[in-house]
Protein backbone atom coordinates (compact mmCIF):
# COMPACT_ATOMS: atom_id res chain seq x y z
CA UNK A 1 0.00 0.00 0.00
CA UNK A 2 1.78 3.53 -1.04
CA UNK A 3 1.43 6.24 1.51
CA UNK A 4 1.88 9.68 1.04
CA UNK A 5 2.63 11.75 4.03
CA UNK A 6 2.37 15.82 3.66
CA UNK A 7 4.15 18.32 6.21
CA UNK A 8 4.74 21.76 6.60
CA UNK A 9 1.68 23.88 6.16
CA UNK A 10 1.12 26.45 8.18
CA UNK A 11 0.14 30.34 9.09
CA UNK A 12 2.12 32.84 7.02
CA UNK A 13 1.92 36.16 6.22
CA UNK A 14 1.55 37.46 2.46
CA UNK A 15 5.07 37.83 0.71
CA UNK A 16 5.95 35.36 3.26
CA UNK A 17 7.47 31.24 2.40
CA UNK A 18 6.61 27.64 3.28
CA UNK A 19 8.22 24.85 1.54
CA UNK A 20 5.94 21.37 2.05
CA UNK A 21 7.67 18.12 2.27
CA UNK A 22 5.59 14.64 0.67
CA UNK A 23 7.85 11.55 1.87
CA UNK A 24 6.60 8.50 -0.24
CA UNK A 25 6.46 5.00 1.31
CA UNK A 26 8.51 2.81 -0.93
CA UNK A 27 10.90 4.06 -3.90
CA UNK A 28 9.69 7.50 -5.25
CA UNK A 29 11.85 6.07 -8.63
CA UNK A 30 8.25 3.60 -8.48
CA UNK A 31 6.34 6.93 -9.81
CA UNK A 32 6.85 8.03 -13.34
CA UNK A 33 5.24 11.77 -11.78
CA UNK A 34 4.85 13.62 -8.33
CA UNK A 35 2.36 16.21 -8.40
CA UNK A 36 0.77 18.99 -5.41
CA UNK A 37 -2.84 20.13 -5.63
CA UNK A 38 -4.64 22.24 -3.74
CA UNK A 39 -8.05 22.78 -2.97
CA UNK A 40 -9.61 26.03 -1.55
CA UNK A 41 -12.98 26.06 0.07
CA UNK A 42 -15.60 26.28 -2.12
CA UNK A 43 -13.43 25.04 -4.83
CA UNK A 44 -12.03 22.46 -7.36
CA UNK A 45 -9.55 20.63 -6.49
CA UNK A 46 -6.15 22.17 -8.82
CA UNK A 47 -3.09 21.05 -9.81
CA UNK A 48 -0.67 23.17 -8.09
CA UNK A 49 2.77 21.27 -10.09
CA UNK A 50 3.84 18.58 -11.32
CA UNK A 51 7.19 17.05 -11.89
CA UNK A 52 8.60 13.47 -13.96
CA UNK A 53 11.00 10.83 -13.00
CA UNK A 54 13.29 12.93 -15.27
CA UNK A 55 13.19 16.12 -13.44
CA UNK A 56 10.71 18.10 -16.34
CA UNK A 57 8.37 20.41 -14.48
CA UNK A 58 5.28 22.38 -15.19
CA UNK A 59 3.16 24.85 -12.96
CA UNK A 60 -0.66 26.32 -13.10
CA UNK A 61 -0.33 30.09 -14.27
CA UNK A 62 -1.00 31.48 -10.86
CA UNK A 63 1.99 29.91 -8.98
CA UNK A 64 4.70 30.02 -12.17
CA UNK A 65 7.74 32.15 -10.95
CA UNK A 66 6.79 32.03 -7.09
CA UNK A 67 6.65 27.81 -6.51
CA UNK A 68 9.18 25.46 -7.75
CA UNK A 69 8.78 21.69 -7.28
CA UNK A 70 11.79 19.65 -6.42
CA UNK A 71 12.32 15.35 -5.47
CA UNK A 72 15.09 14.12 -3.98
CA UNK A 73 15.12 10.39 -5.19
CA UNK A 74 17.26 9.28 -2.10
CA UNK A 75 14.62 10.46 0.63
CA UNK A 76 11.77 9.26 -1.46
CA UNK A 77 10.59 13.26 -1.07
CA UNK A 78 9.00 15.81 -3.11
CA UNK A 79 9.15 19.49 -1.99
CA UNK A 80 7.26 22.07 -2.59
CA UNK A 81 8.94 25.55 -1.91
CA UNK A 82 6.27 28.56 -2.03
CA UNK A 83 7.95 31.67 -2.29
CA UNK A 84 5.59 35.82 -2.41
CA UNK A 85 2.82 33.57 -0.89
CA UNK A 86 -0.84 35.82 -1.80
CA UNK A 87 -3.98 35.53 0.02
CA UNK A 88 -5.37 32.83 -3.14
CA UNK A 89 -3.02 30.50 -2.10
CA UNK A 90 -4.77 29.63 0.92
CA UNK A 91 -6.05 26.17 0.50
CA UNK A 92 -5.16 22.14 2.29
CA UNK A 93 -2.31 21.07 -0.16
CA UNK A 94 -2.37 17.86 -1.12
CA UNK A 95 0.83 15.40 -2.77
CA UNK A 96 -0.14 13.09 -5.79
CA UNK A 97 1.07 9.89 -7.61
CA UNK A 98 -0.52 7.22 -9.55
CA UNK A 99 0.29 3.55 -10.73
CA UNK A 100 -1.17 2.00 -13.73
CA UNK A 101 -1.98 -1.33 -13.12
CA UNK A 102 -3.58 -4.01 -15.51
CA UNK A 103 -7.00 -2.82 -14.67
CA UNK A 104 -6.60 0.56 -15.30
CA UNK A 105 -5.28 3.84 -13.29
CA UNK A 106 -5.08 3.88 -9.57
CA UNK A 107 -4.23 7.39 -7.65
CA UNK A 108 -2.39 8.06 -4.53
CA UNK A 109 -3.11 10.77 -2.71
CA UNK A 110 -1.97 12.29 0.79
CA UNK A 111 -4.06 13.86 3.38
CA UNK A 112 -3.16 17.29 2.96
CA UNK A 113 -1.77 20.10 4.93
CA UNK A 114 -3.37 23.33 5.23
CA UNK A 115 -1.83 26.64 4.08
CA UNK A 116 -2.95 29.66 5.06
CA UNK A 117 -1.84 33.04 3.91
CA UNK A 118 -3.34 36.67 5.87
CA UNK A 119 -3.25 39.81 4.01
Known amino acids: QVQLVESGGGLVQAGGSLRLSCVVSGSILSFNAMGWYRQAPGKQRELVARILSGGSTNYANSVKGRFTISRDNAKNTVYLQMNSLEPDDTAVYYC?????????????WGQGTQVTVSS
Open 96 to 108: NTGQRFPTGWRDY
